[in-house]
C-alpha cells in the first residue's frame, strides 16, 4: 500500500471535502452524545431548532457568525502565505479595547457616520500591531511565529484586563471589571428591529468579497499565495517576500482587530474579558474548513456559529454540555486535513 | 531589599521545583517529539486532557499513580492520533497540533462538565502528599525546598537524566537524532523513520499528559476548565531555548519557574503598586523574550517539520 499524489485535483471533490469532514465530525460527536445515554437525533435535532428554529434564533446564528466570518477571514489570509497567525484571540482583544479607549469620549461627538469608520480602523490598527509585532520577531530573530502569537494572545488579555481594571474602568459598573462603554453614535446599526443582527454582518461579507478578490485578482495576491507555495522559489522570481509578508501580517491582524471593533460596537458596547469565547481559535478551523477560500468562510463561519448557538439550547433541553459544540468544531479541522488530504493524494495497493 | 530577601527564603525556592516539575514533564515530551523531526503544538490540549483525566481517575476512586498513569495512556493516545495524521499523511504538522489541542481541550471540558454539571465550586481529590526523604531533610537550605516536593517532582528530574541518557547514550537515541536531521539517511540504516516518529510522538504525548496530570494531583487538588494557562505553549519555546537539549531543558524550565515564583511574591511584597497583570504578563512576555535570543543561535533538528515519504526527496 503506498501513497500517490493525484495527476489531477477534481473541483468537485474539493467543493465536498468540507461536507465529508463536517458529517465525520458529527458523527464522532454523536458517538460522544450517545454515550450518554442522550438520542443522538433528538441531540442534534435540538441543535438544528436552536439555531434555525425561529427567525430571532436565526439572526443570533448570524450575530454569532459576524466576529467569525473576520476572525476566520484573518488566518485565512495569513495561512495562504504560510504566515501562521495563531494570534487572533489577542489580536481580537487588543482591537476591542482600542475601540473602547477612543470611542467612550474623543469620537463621542462626532456624527456616525464619521465615527464608525474611524473606530473600525481604531480596532483594525489594534490588531495590526500586535501581529506586525509577531512578524518583526521572526522576520528579525528568525522566532517561530506560532510560539508567538500563542503566547501573546495572553499577554494581550492580561493587558485588556489591566486596562478595563485600571484606566479604561468603568466607573458606574458596581464594581465590575468592565470597560468605559462606547458612546452610543458610533453603535452599529441593526439590521432587524429587536434582534442584535447589527450592521456588521454586511462589513463581515463584504471583506470576505473584498479579500477575495484581493487574492484571485491583485498583484499581491499572486505574491502572498506565492510566498505560500514556495517562498524559496517566490524570492528567486522577485517577490518582495517580506514586504508581502508585512502586508499579508497587517491584513490579518487588521481583520482579527476588526472582530473585536465590530463585537463591541455591533453587540456588547464595551469590553469584558469574556467578550469573545475563543472567536480567534475558532476563526483557525473555519479557515482550513473553507479551504482558505475567503467566500468559503462565510459558510463555515455559519456552520460553527450553528453549532455553538444551537449547543446552548440543547444544552438546556437535553442536559448535554454545550461544550459539545466546541468538540463538533473542533474534529471538523482535524477531519477536514484528513479530507483535503485525500483530494491531493490517493492510496494505491 | 524586601525584593532581595525573597530569593533568599525556601518558600521561593520550595514553589520554584512545584511550577517547574510541569513544564519539564511538557518540555522533554516536546522534546522528544522534535528531536524524531514533528513538532507537536497538541501539547496545550493534551496537559489539559491528562490535568483532567487524572484528576476524574482519582476522583471516580482511582489511585494517584493508577491516574497519572491513565493520563499518560491518554497522552499517548493524542499523541498516535497527531502521529497518525503528520507522520504517514504528512499533513501540516502546525495546523494538525493546534487541531489536536483544540480537539483534546473541548473534550477535556466536555467530559468535566458531565462529572460536575454545576458551576459550584470544584470537587477536591486528595493529592500527592510530600514524601520525607531520612537523610536529605537534615541538608540546611536544599533540605528545607525538598521537603515539600512531592513524588512526581523526583520522577520529572530522573527523567531528565534518563532522556539525555537514552538521546545520547544508546543506539535507539542515535536513531531518534538521526530520523530528526535526515530520515532518508536513517532508512539506509535500516531504521523505519515512520514507525520511529510515531513512537516518540507517542512518548513525548505520554509525558505531556503526566505534566498536565501534575497539575491536579499535586500543585492544586482539583480540575478547573483553562487552568492550564499557556503552560504548553512555554514547553514548546523552552524546547527551543535548550536548544533540544534534555539538561538544558531542565535549566530552562527551572529559570522560568524562578522567574514565575518571584513575580508572584514580589506582587504581594510591593501591594498593588503595580497592576497584578504586569506581573502575570512577565512570564509569557519572558518566553517570548527567551526566544528572540536564543532562536538564532539554537540548532534546530533539520528534518524538523518535514513530512517523510520514502523514494520522495
Redesign the interface.
Known amino acids: 500500500m503506498?501513497?500517490e499524489a493525484r495527476s489531477h485535483h477534481p473541483r468537485g471533490l474539493i467543493l465536498f471535502a468540507p461536507v465529508v469532514a463536517i458529517l465525520a465530525a458529527l458523527a464522532v460527536s454523536g458517538a460522544?452524545i450517545a454515550l450518554?445515554g442522550v438520542s443522538v437525533m433528538e441531540a442534534y435535532a435540538q441543535i438544528l431548532a436552536g439555531a434555525l428554529g425561529t427567525r430571532l434564533a436565526v439572526t443570533e446564528t448570524l450575530t454569532r457568525a459576524t466576529p467569525l466570518i473576520l476572525t476566520g477571514l484573518a488566518a485565512a489570509v495569513a495561512?495562504r502565505a504560510r504566515l501562521?497567525n495563531?494570534g487572533g484571540e489577542g489580536q481580537f482583544f487588543i482591537g476591542a479595547i482600542a475601540v473602547a479607549a477612543v470611542g467612550a469620549e474623543l469620537t463621542a461627538g462626532l456624527p456616525a457616520a464619521l465615527a464608525i469608520p474611524v473606530l473600525l480602523v481604531v480596532g483594525a490598527a489594534g490588531g495590526m500591531v500586535l501581529m506586525v509585532t509577531a512578524l518583526g520577531?521572526r522576520l528579525?530573530?528568525?522566532?517561530?511565529e506560532?510560539?508567538?502569537t500563542?503566547?501573546?494572545?495572553?499577554?494581550a488579555i492580561?493587558?485588556v484586563?489591566?486596562m478595563i481594571?485600571?484606566p479604561l474602568r468603568d466607573p458606574m459598573a458596581f464594581g465590575w471589571p468592565q470597560s468605559v462603554p462606547v458612546a452610543d453614535n458610533a453603535a452599529l446599526p441593526r439590521l432587524i428591529e429587536r434582534t442584535r443582527l447589527h450592521a456588521g454582518l454586511l462589513i463581515a461579507v463584504l471583506l470576505a468579497v473584498a479579500v477575495y478578490l484581493l487574492q484571485a485578482r491583485t498583484v499581491f495576491g499572486m505574491r502572498s499565495r506565492a510566498a505560500g507555495h514556495n517562498a524559496r522559489a517566490a524570492g528567486f522570481a522577485g517577490v518582495p517576500l517580506a514586504r508581502t509578508l508585512v502586508m499579508v501580517a497587517c491584513l490579518s491582524g487588521g481583520l482579527a482587530g476588526l472582530a473585536g471593533a465590530v463585537q463591541v460596537l455591533g453587540v456588547r458596547g464595551y469590553v469584558t474579558t469574556d467578550l469573545s469565547p475563543g472567536f480567534g481559535?475558532a476563526g483557525?478551523?473555519i479557515a482550513?474548513l473553507a479551504n482558505l477560500n475567503p467566500l468559503g468562510v462565510i459558510a463555515a463561519a455559519v456552520f460553527a456559529a450553528v453549532m455553538f448557538i444551537g449547543a446552548d439550547g440543547m444544552s438546556r433541553a437535553v442536559?448535554i454540555?454545550s461544550?459539545?459544540a466546541?468538540?463538533t468544531?473542533?474534529?471538523s479541522?482535524?477531519t477536514m486535513?484528513?479530507a483535503l488530504?485525500f483530494t491531493q493524494y490517493r492510496i494505491r495497493r | 531589599m524586601d525584593a532581595l530577601w525573597i530569593l533568599a527564603s525556601t518558600g521561593l525556592w520550595d514553589a520554584v521545583l512545584r511550577i517547574a516539575t510541569p513544564l519539564i514533564f511538557g518540555t522533554l515530551g516536546a522534546l522528544l517529539c522534535e528531536r524524531a523531526g514533528v513538532l507537536n503544538l497538541g501539547i496545550e490540549g493534551i496537559m489539559t486532557f491528562g490535568a483532567m483525566i487524572g484528576w476524574l481517575t482519582v476522583f471516580s476512586g482511582g489511585g494517584l499513580w493508577t491516574g497519572l498513569l491513565v493520563a499518560a495512556l491518554c497522552g499517548a493516545l493524542f499523541g498516535l492520533l497527531h502521529a497518525g495524521l503528520t507522520v504517514p499523511l504528512g499533513l501540516s504538522q502546525h495546523v494538525t497540533g493546534l487541531g489536536i489541542t483544540l480537539f483534546a481541550s473541548a473534550l477535556s471540558y466536555y467530559i468535566f462538565r458531565l462529572v460536575v454539571p454545576l458551576e459550584a465550586s470544584p470537587p477536591t481529590i486528595a493529592a500527592f502528599r510530600p514524601i520525607e526523604i531520612p537523610l536529605v531533610a537534615e541538608i540546611p537550605f536544599l533540605g528545607e525546598v525538598l521537603a515539600s516536593q512531592t513524588a512526581p517532582t523526583y520522577l520529572a528530574l530522573a527523567l531528565v537524566a534518563v532522556m539525555g541518557w537514552v538521546l545520547f547514550r544508546t543506539p535507539l537515541g542515535l536513531a531518534i537524532r538521526m530520523t530528526g536531521e535526515n530520515p532518508h539517511a536513517a532508512e539506509a540504516q535500516g531504521v523505519n523513520p515512520l514507525i520511529l516518529r510515531t513512537a516518540c510522538v507517542m512518548a513525548g504525548s505520554a509525558l505531556m499528559g503526566v505534566g498536565g496530570a501534575f497539575l491536579t494531583m499535586s500543585a492544586f487538588n482539583s480540575f478547573f476548565p483553562t487552568m492550564v494557562q499557556g503552560r504548553g505553549w512555554i514547553c514548546i519555546a523552552l524546547v527551543v531555548f535548550a536548544s533540544w537539549r534534555p539538561g538544558w531543558a531542565l535549566f530552562g524550565a527551572v529559570l522560568f519557574a524562578a522567574f514565575d515564583a518571584y513575580q508572584l511574591r514580589l506582587q504581594s511584597a510591593l501591594e498593588n503598586a503595580v497592576p497584578y497583570q504586569l506581573f502575570l504578563m512577565a512570564p509569557y512576555l519572558a518566553a517570548i523574550g527567551a526566544l528572540a535570543l536564543m532562536a538564532r543561535k539554537a540548532r534546530v533538528p533539520q528534518a524538523l517539520m518535514r513530512p517523510y515519504r520514502r523514494g520522495e526527496r
Open positions: 503506498r501513497i460522544l450518554t495561512f501562521w495563531i520577531l528579525r530573530f528568525n522566532v517561530d506560532v510560539v508567538t500563542l503566547l501573546l494572545n495572553f499577554v492580561l493587558f484586563s489591566m481594571e485600571g481559535y483557525i478551523v482550513m442536559g454540555p461544550y459539545i466546541d468538540v468544531v473542533a474534529l479541522l482535524l486535513l484528513v488530504f
